[in-house]
């Protein structure tokens, strides 16, 4: 997927006077971050959860590429194959040559944020071979113009049900309709075919279960059955840090995921697949392929950004943030957003290519206290602040004010004497009232608020005048 | 018993914003039997640099302030977040210098917010302040998930016989200060703050209170941008001691 993260500030003074996304993100913040909290409260010891959840995914990755082998050998005896990408053109290499191979002329997706990342539906489509889009959000959203997703669980979120209701009567032809499930319905009967012509099911995977070679698959509305049981050829794209170790380690994994994403005890399905269709079943596909993707995963093994592998995508932490819960999802131009895509997008797409990402946060650590595999995210992101620091990456206006203050803070006298200046200015730009209305040191203050005026002398000028006649006096 | 010797940590917002909450707070730290020091050379414990990617700022200003505040009994700051750069950070940031982790950790664990030392390390009976009125109270990210700083400041204000708390919706959520970050996305942090205005409006309390200046500026700032002129916007400290 083409990367957009160098127009975040832009994107995001857009995304703040759009009223329907506005609107938008002010009814999803409610449903995500309520519906969590109420559902882990089921849990006897949510702490003790996460901690194992941790212990899990550390397990996996401190030895990744022992669990990739063992999982590739267990799927390899169920009679699936095992394929390696390095990158998003490998993957969409691979995926295009198996589609050839196989005769598929339509592949039908159910939701694969891998598949973005490679940018495999242009690919498919440059190679004359349609995919369609099952999951509902993603479907919107290919009929709109193949508008990029928002959000990793939800990615339509960013459309009201107007939107919606203009977009099928548009493009499917049909009486404009306002009730949801009417629309649902619409969506379904055209989905329904495309699931019976389709040569190929696509999808991705929440998890890949080293001990049996199996996929697990983490879904509300079905369509991934679909896919995954009714063409002849089923194919995984998933990373490589995916794998877990056992069935009881996804028992231990689904008891946080469907809570810490969508607020749900339990999702709708959760499928856990197998091998091809052996030859008494009835059901399944006669091949099955996994294509288990790098695309930078490797490069953060052992490195600062080790932690962020735990990852089992669910989003909590956009849910979470109040700057996704201000901007929502596009303006961080990528497939990620939220602080986890603040951290993935410089580590898979370039560090120099997301320049803002890193400090679009307030380090507020709502992310990392509601993390379900605990990852340090403020911490990541400062990490990532130093490496951009290190290669000089940030503006030279910044570094300068930067070295100036810290070469300041160093030395007490010039820095009272600084700080006794400061006052006095900020004083005198009140103009004797409470506020100032424009800041010329820091304009992007009071674009929308006023900055409180100072009192005007330091406290180190108040307190030293205090100090001296008692000194005096002694 | 003698006196606790307590090295006050003012804060460069206090010092250049609001020296009337450096003196509060030394008064309830006098009030309830410190002796309490300002020493002259402070200037600011590092966290800008430190959050800013400027690890040589950091460690540079961590140790000119270790040096300055190691010889106190305690170290108490009016605010949650350079409090927690000192207990949380500092030590970690000389991972590879034993003997300067050894004097930044022994440095940590004698640091802390004003609230906290108050009611963790004193447990004062009552405050000097005779605060009358409604107030909401807002906790600062740094104090709240870094410090565990949640009922400090709400058990000392209930010793103020004339106010009550109203607590408003998303009390813990993030005001959208987040220290440079204000400035280098000013649009969206004041986003971000409209929505805490709007709970502290919600609340219908006459006041909202923090223990960090910067989200109080931060409120402050957005709330009379919005055309509130009412909500009066203080520091707990100053509340405490009294005359606010």
Redesign the interface.
Known sequence: MEIKSMRF?AN??GA?VNTVLQGNLKTSKGKFVTRRAETIKELDDFEGTRDAATAIRNRVIDNLDLWLERFEQKALDTGAQVLWARDGAEVCRLVTEIALQHGVTKVAKSKSMLSEEAGLNQALEAAGIQPVETDLGEYILQIDNNEPPSHIIAPAVHKSLDQVADLFHKVHGTPRKTEIPALTREAREVLRSHFLSADMGLSGGNFLIAETGSVALVTNEGNGRMVTTLPKVHVVITGIEKVIPTLEDLSTLMRLLPRSATGQPISNYVSVLTGVKKPAEHDGPEHLYFILVDNGRADAVGSDFHAMLRCIRCGACMNHC??Y???GGHAYGWVYPGPMGSILTPLYAGLEKSI?LP????????C??VCPVKIPLPDLL?K???????RGL?PLT?RIG??L??W???R?KI?ALG?GF??RY?KWLAGGT??IRLLPA???????????A??G????E???ARQKPAKETT | MAKLRIGFFVTCLVDLMRPRIGFAALKLLETAGCEVIVPETQTCCGQPAWNSGDVPGAVALAKKTIAEFEGFDYVVAPSGSCAEHIRIEYPRLFAAEPDWRDRATALAGRTHELTDFLVTVLKVDSVPGDYQGTVTYHDSCSGLRGLGIKQQPRVLLAKLKGLSLKEMDGCEECCGFGGTFSIKFGEVSAAIAGRKCDNVLASGAQAVVGGDLGCLLNIEGKLRRMGDENTKVLHVAEVLAGGA
Request: glycine share 4%; proline share 8%; aromatic share 10%.
């Open positions: 500030k995001a003074s703040l109040p700057v819960q201000t901007i803002d400090h679009a946060a307030t380090l507020c650590n709502q990392g206290v400062r990532l602040r130093e490496k951009q620091t290190e940030r910044e930067l070295r203050w810290a300041a803070a160093l007490p820095y700080a400061g006052a900020l409470d506020r820091a304009p992007e203050w009071t674009l929308g608020r006023d900055f409180p100072p009192q002398k330091t406290f180190r108040l307190y030293a």
